[in-house]
């Protein structure tokens, strides 16, 4: 699923679900049919749902601020809670590895993992932590937007020069 598609479907049920309370309340048909765009929808349901349930049980309805208990709602493992820690809260808990983080840090030859775990524990060594977050969110745009999985548009890179895959992709 593309992160424009998830945009559009939060958008809408954002608007309808606005607290941990209301979507522990929802209805798991109407909320499969509601991210059904996304695919994965009755997993995500799941997910949703536990999460939300346990976040009115365990944490008043407020979002944990620590990775400990971001790990224990159900649908979340280290990259989202590294995005929520790092954009809700400012915290540099570790470095988001997505699937645009992924494919440049191998293209970059920042790391020759493919595991998320290792990927993450290679940049971290390498970039300092107060610039974890930054980096994140930079390489996750750079990849949205210029070094794409099918076509990286090349010559429009500001990394060219530091890039080992670019006579491989262009």
């Not at 944490?59 to 649908?75: A, H, I, K, S």
């Not at 030859?109 to 932590?129: F, G, V």
Request: with cysteine.
């Amino acid at each position: 699923c593309t992160d424009e598609r998830v945009n559009q479907v939060t958008r809408t049920l954002f608007q309808e679900y606005r607290t941990a309370k209301d979507f522990a309340a929802a209805d798991p048909r109407e909320l499969e049919q509601e991210i059904r765009p996304t695919g994965f929808f009755r997993n995500k349901t799941k997910s949703i749902l536990g999460a939300a349930k346990l976040l009115v049980a365990k944490f008043r309805g407020e979002v944990p601020r620590t990775m400990e208990e971001l790990l224990e709602l159900p649908g979340v493992a280290r990259k989202t809670a590294n995005v929520v820690l790092g954009t809700a809260f400012g915290v540099a808990s570790g470095v988001v590895v997505d699937t645009h983080v992924d494919r440049l840090s191998y293209r970059l030859d920042l790391t020759k993992e493919k595991d998320p775990k290792k990927i993450e524990q290679n940049l971290m060594k390498i970039i300092p932590k107060e610039k974890w977050i930054l980096f994140s969110h930079q390489l996750i745009w750079h990849g949205r937007l210029v070094c794409q999985a099918r076509r990286p548009r090349c010559p429009d890179c500001s990394l060219v020069d530091l890039c080992y895959s670019k006579d491989k992709t262009v």
